[in-house]
């Protein structure tokens, strides 16, 4: 069973910075277009910045010079280096997957990880 773990999260000071890290497993294939979304209290889930297999990319407007979305797909690992953070990017994030591919063939649909914490403080 495939599964994606995220860490990295915690707590900083406005204007830090924070690197996510998720780590896809279950004897892996290949995996298309992964995805870093957030959620903060009391809003919807959105998307922060995607990456397609071949390394394509794209960012939320509010992300955009600030977070650097890159994977390792060798390690099948994703990542978010988070720069000049501010306190409404406080929220869990999440990675995503949309199509995850195992050494058997088979494919695994809309992955989620359980999400990790970043609090940035004023």
């Known amino acids: 069973q495939v599964q994606l773990v995220e860490s990295g999260g915690g707590l900083v000071q406005a204007g830090g910075s924070l690197r996510l890290s998720c780590a896809a497993s279950?004897?892996?294939?290949?995996?298309?277009?992964m995805g870093w979304y957030r959620q903060s209290s009391g809003k919807q889930r959105e998307l922060v910045a995607a990456?397609?297999?071949?390394?394509?990319?794209n960012y939320a407007d509010s992300v955009k010079g600030r977070f650097t979305i890159s994977r390792d797909n060798a390690k099948n690992t994703l990542y978010l280096q988070m720069n000049s953070l501010k306190p409404e990017d406080t929220a869990v994030y999440y990675c995503n997957a949309d199509d995850i591919t195992t050494l058997l063939g088979r494919r695994s649909l809309d992955v989620w990880g359980q999400g990790t914490l970043v609090t940035v403080s004023s």
């Open positions: 990456i397609s297999n071949g390394g394509s990319t």
């Open positions: 279950g004897s892996i294939f290949r995996i298309n277009t």
